[in-house]
């Protein structure tokens, strides 16, 4: 038996952004602003008798506003993996992995029902050869957005991973956001991969956030797959920081 990940999510569970856990955002950044996104994660995912459990440790991603429409993104993700199989420990590994370099820029504005839309282009740059990705790898998509109201946002994304030649996949996600008021979010989430023949992982997440203020903001969410057996649970810090004043 063939122990794998769904590699739609495993190249993304470390690659998140403010007020979701998964789905990638439809705008940009602002120009000048660098902004910082510090994420612990615990997963587990079984399949018969094998296991693998995964800390990041934590990971960061950096989004850098290079212009009005233009943001430049680099995430570097250090884990702990431990492979067991039964309850037998049989490899237990701590390393940086599928460091993703890219972009993101905005296509137009929300007019109506016709949602907002970012394209995203990113690169994956394996630290070390693995079944999922021994080569550069590319992450390509479509990213939406309607505000649904003053206090309700509707976002979902469209995208190609790019792995080995055997192992490309599709994915969508689905996200649902709800103002509490200015300072606390929840959010609930679909996650999907596909291949050409079938969809072959759902998740559902649910979680939510609070502003400490206008720069710093606190998530934390869990998730659970839903035709396969997953589990995680995160927390993450997102900062952002106004280069231009201290900077230019």
Request: aromatic residues 14%.
């Amino acid at each position: 038996m063939r122990f794998k990940w769904f590699l739609g999510l495993y190249c993304i569970l470390c690659y998140t952004i403010s007020y979701s856990q998964i789905a990638e955002p439809s705008s940009v950044v602002d120009r000048y602003i660098l902004q910082v996104e510090i994420e612990a994660q615990y997963a587990v995912q079984k399949d018969e008798t094998e296991k693998i459990v995964t800390w990041s440790m934590p990971s960061t991603l950096f989004r850098f506003g290079l212009f009005k429409d233009v943001e430049l993104q680099l995430n570097i993700p250090l884990i702990k993996e431990q492979f067991y199989v039964g309850n037998n420990l049989v490899r237990n590994t701590k390393r940086f992995t599928n460091i993703q370099m890219g972009t993101s820029v905005n296509l137009w504005k929300q007019r109506n029902l016709i949602p907002e839309v970012a394209f995203m282009a990113r690169i994956i740059i394996p630290v070390q050869k693995e079944k999922e990705f021994n080569n550069v790898g590319a992450i390509i998509a479509f990213n939406f957005s309607n505000v649904i109201s003053k206090k309700l946002l509707f976002n979902y994304n469209i995208g190609f991973v790019k792995c080995n030649d055997n192992d490309n996949l599709g994915y969508y996600d689905i996200n649902l956001m709800y103002d509490i008021n200015q300072k606390i979010h929840l959010f609930l989430e679909n996650y999907s991969d596909f291949d050409v023949k079938s969809v072959i992982s759902h998740t559902i997440n649910v979680g939510g956030g609070y502003a400490i203020n206008k720069n710093l903001c606190f998530d934390m969410s869990i998730a659970n797959g839903l035709n396969h057996n997953l589990f995680y649970t995160n927390l993450r810090f997102t900062w952002a920081i106004n280069t231009k004043n201290n900077f230019y």
